[in-house]
Structure formats: structure tokens, C-alpha cells
């Protein structure tokens, strides 16, 4: 009998350790499966480990960067150069080029003629490892996951929730007639859930981000410390970010405007992190702050300011002179406070700016309108807004300002197919501190299970 042939894309000999005894666990309990891990060197493992390097010795490259890009499939990849998103490129820009990026193409697709995978997976962030080969399994018509938790859409951000992933820029209808298909009224009783939570009990997802801040905008003097070795020893770019931030977090304030003295119509803009994967990876044109901030400020309507808020997470990506040049250039701008509660600033919004971040799904649990800039599951949406669809930003702003053209039962559609890319079943809401790995190992299982069913069984 054929095997089912299932392929893991892994960082590391650490990543593969955190997510062989998942694998194990499948693999005991569904007969006839095969797990390969792809490496970009040789890693221990019990299972197959097929060494990328390998392949990629043996790549040459015989064309130039504009001839490669330009033979790249613009519906699948929405971003062209991917190499770019990747964590080790962000840290030092010169680590990596487009001639990786290309080697790592050609390899996977060697690798794939080779061994004719059944199932892919590889993890959630840009690391080339990863998003490269996902893009080429997509070309080739493979069946591809990234992996990931996405607890965002339980009410209260309660308990885990993981997301099977099948494109890397989030439109969730690539390869939908794989997901779950979980009852529609337990889904509808999670998404009405979720609505509740934020809109009448005003829970605060970033709570839980802020948690994270001091990964970003250090304030503890062992982790100032830590960033300053790492920048003098490494040469490290991010943490030369993390320092400036730190620096720039404490000067900002006093150019913040309290959101009870914001009289005018505004639109609400809060930003992404500078280095994350939502700018590099899904939103290309956008991966610069101050410039889209500027872009927008030359189209905005007079009567209208903008409104700006940075990362609960990372507050001082922008700098104190940035800050004032921003203040004293444009008389339609306005910086609040990194803490404020963004469901407080949208409510008196006449809608929201966003590149592609989550806070844009708030809004429109909320009826504001919002024009999206990137990719994401919420961009094609009719209830949304993106630069294509007007002749000029005038119009474009005028709509925006309009009354609300989001539809309530759209948005509670996307939910649900959201929801049948994720595990466990909706309603479901295991404990994150006791019960991540057996989810995790659940997932792995349920969802090989379900994609051997749909694909005729084994």
C-alpha cells in the first residue's frame, strides 16, 4: 500500500525536537503515514531528514534578479521577495539576497518532483525555510499548511486555538474545501461570543501584547544590557531597533493629545511593528511607517486628521524627531498614547486605516469602515476598502467617511471560515498553561486525519 507522505519544514534541531513527539504521536495512531523534515542542514531526527544544502550546492544561477522575479506568479506570490520578511535578513540586511531566495525555490521544487509529498507543513513565521517552499507547493497544486496559534477569535482571548494556515498571505480560501467543517451553530455561538467580549464587555485584546513589550522596547536594565552585548558583539540591527525604541518611548509622550481633545473628524491609523512579518511579508509597499504616514497626510482631506497610535507592543518605533516634524509640518495629525484602548479611539473614528493588522477585524465588529493596504483574510471582503477600487483618494476618503458599508452577516461568514482552518472545534477552549501540547498534538492529528479522508483515505 502507498504511504501518505507527510513533509515538515524545520527551522532547526530545536524546532524539530519541540515537534517530533507530535509527530510520533500521528503517526502511533494513523497507520501508512511518513514524515520527512527538511532542513536547511543535516538534523537528528527518528524520522527522514532530507538535508536542503544539499540540493542547494547544486543550484546555479544563469539569470538576473529582474528575470526571476518576473517569472514569479503574481496570484501566488503577492510579495516577490520573500527573502526579505525573513527574521535573519531584518537582523542584518546582507545576510541574505534574492539569489537565496532562488536556490531555495529551485530546491524545493527538486525535492518535490522527487518524493511527491501528499501534505506539507512548516511554521508561522517568514523564516525562507519555510514561506519559500510554501509558495512553491502552492505553485506545484501541493496541499500546504503553516502552523500556528491564533487564540485572537476566542472570546476574552481565552484559551488555544490552533490555525492550519494554507497561505502565506492569509486569503482563506486558497485550498478551502480542505478545512474543517465544524457545526455552523456552534461556530455562530463562538463568533457571538467573541462579538460580546469586545463590544459589550470592551475586553482589551492588547492586554495580552503588552505582555510582550519588553521583547521590544526594553525598559529592565538586564535586557537594555542584553541588547546593547548583542548589538556590540553581533552587530545585531534589531537590537539597535529594540535600544532606540527604549530610548524614544519615554520622549514621545509628551506629544501625545488625550483622546478626550480629539474635536476634529478624524481617521484612526494604528501602526504595525516596523520589522514585522505584516509589513515585510504581506505588505511590501508598506514596510516603511513614516512614509505611508506621509502618503497618507498628502491625500487626506483637510476637514479630516489623522490619528496615529504605535504598537501597544513596541511604543518609540517612531522617533521624538519624527514625532515634532510630523506636528509642526501638517496641522492634521494628532499622536495618542500607545496605551490607549483602541476600541475607545475607533468608537468616536470616522474609520480606520489599516495595513493588515488584527485590529482591523475590531473595527469592523464595530460597523467602522476601514481601508485595508495589505493582504489579509479580511481584504476582500465587500465591507472593506482598498486603493484599487477609486479613480483618487478624494473619492477614496469621501467613501471612507461615509456611513458604514459593513455587512454583519459577511464578516460572521469570514469568522466561520476562519474558524473551520483552526483546532480545536469552536466553543472549545482548552487551557493554554496545561493543555498547548496536547492541543498541538490534536490538531497535528485531527487535521492529517481529515485531509487523508477528503483526499479518498489511504
Given amino acids: 500500500m502507498k504511504k501518505f507522505k507527510i513533509a515538515f519544514f524545520v527551522r532547526d534541531q530545536d524546532y524539530l525536537d519541540d515537534i517530533e513527539e507530535l509527530v510520533q504521536k500521528t ?11 527538511i532542513s536547511n542542514s543535516q538534523l537528528k531526527s527518528k524520522h527522514s531528514n532530507i538535508n536542503l544544502s544539499e540540493y542547494l550546492k547544486n543550484i546555479e544561477i544563469n539569470l538576473t534578479k529582474d528575470e526571476y522575479l518576473s ?13 526579505m520578511a525573513d527574521p535573519r535578513y531584518v537582523s542584518k540586511p546582507n545576510s541574505l539576497s534574492w539569489k537565496d531566495q ?4 529551485k530546491a524545493s521544487e527538486i525535492i518535490f518532483n522527487e518524493f511527491n509529498f501528499d ?36 472570546p476574552f482571548f481565552k484559551g488555544v486555538r490552533v490555525w492550519f494556515s494554507t497561505d502565506p498571505f492569509w486569503d482563506i480560501k486558497v485550498n478551502n474545501k480542505f478545512d474543517f467543517k465544524w457545526d455552523k451553530k456552534k461556530s455562530d455561538k463562538q ?28 525598559k529592565k536594565l538586564k535586557n537594555i544590557l542584553k541588547n546593547i552585548l548583542k548589538l556590540i558583539l553581533k552587530f545585531d540591527r534589531l537590537s539597535l531597533l529594540r535600544l532606540k525604541s527604549s530610548y524614544f518611548s519615554s520622549r514621545n509622550k509628551k506629544y ?56 501597544p507592543v513596541n511604543p518609540g518605533m517612531i522617533s521624538s524627531r519624527q514625532v515634532k516634524y510630523f506636528i509642526n509640518s501638517y496641522k492634521n495629525i494628532k499622536f495618542i498614547s500607545p496605551e490607549s484602548h483602541l476600541r475607545d479611539v475607533l468608537k468616536i473614528s470616522n474609520g480606520m486605516i489599516t495595513v493588515n493588522s488584527t485590529s482591523g477585524l475590531e473595527a469592523l465588529i464595530l460597523n467602522k469602515n476601514i481601508l485595508v493596504l495589505g493582504e489579509g483574510y479580511y481584504k476582500s471582503l465587500n465591507s472593506t476598502f482598498t486603493l484599487d477600487e477609486f479613480n483618487n483618494q478624494k473619492e ?11 455587512d454583519t452577516k459577511e464578516v460572521n461568514k469570514m469568522l466561520r471560515d476562519l474558524l473551520n482552518q483552526t483546532y480545536p472545534s469552536p466553543g472549545v477552549y482548552p487551557s493554554r498553561s496545561t493543555e498547548s501540547f496536547s492541543t498541538l498534538s490534536d490538531a497535528l492529528y485531527y487535521k492529517i486525519k481529515n485531509v487523508i479522508n477528503l483526499k479518498g483515505g489511504l
Fill in 27 to 37: 503517526k502511533d495512531r494513523i497507520q501508512n503515514i511518513e514524515f520527512f523534515f
Fill in 102 to 105: 532562488y536556490k531555495i525555490h
Fill in 396 to 406: 477614496l476618503f469621501e467613501a471612507l467617511s461615509s456611513e458604514s458599508k459593513v
Fill in 191 to 218: 463568533i457571538q461570543d467573541f462579538r460580546l467580549s469586545l463590544q459589550e464587555h470592551n475586553f482589551n485584546l492588547a492586554e495580552t501584547a503588552i505582555k510582550l513589550r519588553e521583547d521590544f522596547t526594553p
Fill in 119 to 154: 501534505l506539507i507543513f512548516s511554521g508561522g513565521a517568514a523564516y525562507t525555510i519555510w514561506t519559500i517552499p510554501h509558495l512553491v507547493a502552492l505553485e506545484k497544486n501541493l496541499l500546504a499548511y503553516k502552523l500556528m496559534f491564533y487564540d485572537y477569535i476566542n
Fill in 71 to 83: 517569472q514569479l506568479d503574481n496570484d501566488i506570490w503577492k510579495n516577490k521577495e520573500v527573502y
Fill in 256 to 311: 501625545y493629545t488625550n483622546i478626550e481633545n480629539l474635536k476634529n473628524p478624524f481617521f484612526f491609523y494604528p501602526l504595525n511593528q516596523p520589522y514585522d512579518e505584516q509589513l515585510l511579508l504581506r505588505a511590501p509597499n508598506f514596510t516603511n511607517n513614516i512614509n505611508t504616514i506621509k502618503l497618507l497626510l498628502k491625500n487626506l482631506p483637510s476637514n479630516i486628521d489623522l490619528v496615529i497610535k504605535e504598537h
